[in-house]
Nanobody
Framework: QAQLVESGGGLVQAGGSLRLSCAASGRAFSSYAMGWFRQAPGKERDVVAAINWSAISTYYADSVKGRFTISRDNAKNTVYLQMNSLKPEDTAVYYC??????????????????WGQGTQVTVSS
């Protein structure tokens, strides 16, 4: 069983940057597919970015392509989301998620097994 803890959220002005981290417990992290999702008030939880276990393959939502970068350090059991050129519409609670089986990335929240508690990102205009 994996436990995920996000950090790095906060308040930033439009055009600024933040780096989110998600630390995972357990020895099997290096075999997990990981994803970052976000949920704004009154909206569904949507994928932001996803990465396969080896970091060879990644996926980005169209809305963040060219601005966000997902990466992972399997030696540190951590996945990151570097967010640049932030916009007010990026404001949401950001969640990391882990899927324990599979070789690729996954973009549906229903495909993930474990979730963190979320971290708030607020971008002011």
């Amino acid at each position: 069983q994996a436990q995920l803890v996000e950090s790095g959220g906060g308040l930033v002005q439009a055009g600024g940057s933040l780096r989110l981290s998600c630390a995972a417990s357990g020895r099997a992290f290096s075999s997990y597919a990981m994803g970052w999702f976000r949920q704004a008030p009154g909206k569904e939880r949507d994928v932001v970015a996803a990465i396969n276990w080896s970091a060879i393959s990644t996926y980005y939502a169209d809305s963040v392509k060219g601005r966000f970068t997902i990466s992972r350090d399997n030696a540190k059991n951590t996945v990151y989301l570097q967010m640049n050129s932030l916009k007010p519409e990026d404001t949401a609670v950001y969640y990391c998620a882990a899927r324990t089986v599979g070789s690729t990335w996954y973009s549906s929240p229903y495909e993930y097994d474990y979730w963190g508690q979320g971290t708030q990102v607020t971008v002011s205009s």
